[in-house]
């Protein structure tokens, strides 16, 4: 680490701390040549997942697509915020965890679906309508057929 004033790569760190939320290293540093101090800041480079969608398109994952998805299904339901935030925050981390740098957007649809099915019948009902592309009423039927006979 070069010092931002006199160019010296010389320096000391003289204190480290974490940022409220962890993920980052606040060091103060002073110049061993000026003597001027310094703040760096560390934090882990993660490289992004790509999705690869149902037409063979790739794009970055997406925290407010999911979000938004999961909210709009949600609408109106005693369905905490928090939840989906905890949830979301769980398929970010189940997704860097993997270590995969492409994954299919199939993966996490299902995911998102098995939590809506576990949290609310009518927000899964909501989200798998677009998540499948319903076509009809038939196509709520089926679904509302399937969800009924797996809960007996």
Known sequence: ?????????????IDSRLSKDGHVIRRRRECSKCKRRFTTYEHIE???VMLI?????????????VRSGMLRA???????VNVIEEF??????DLRETGE????????????????QELDAVAYVRFASVYREFKDVNDFVDELKTLLNGKK
Request: aromatic share 4%; net charge positive.
């Open 74 to 80: 949600c609408e109106k339901r005693k369905i905490s």
């Open 46 to 48: 993660e490289i992004p």
């Open 88 to 93: 979301i925050d769980e398929i970010e981390r």
């Open 53 to 65: 969608k149902k037409d063979g398109r790739r794009e970055v994952f997406n925290r407010e697509k």
């Open 101 to 116: 740098k492409e994954i299919e957007s199939r993966v996490i649809g299902n995911k998102i679906m098995d939590k809506l």
């Open 1 to 13: 680490m070069k010092c931002p004033f006199c160019g010296d790569p010389n320096n000391r760190v």
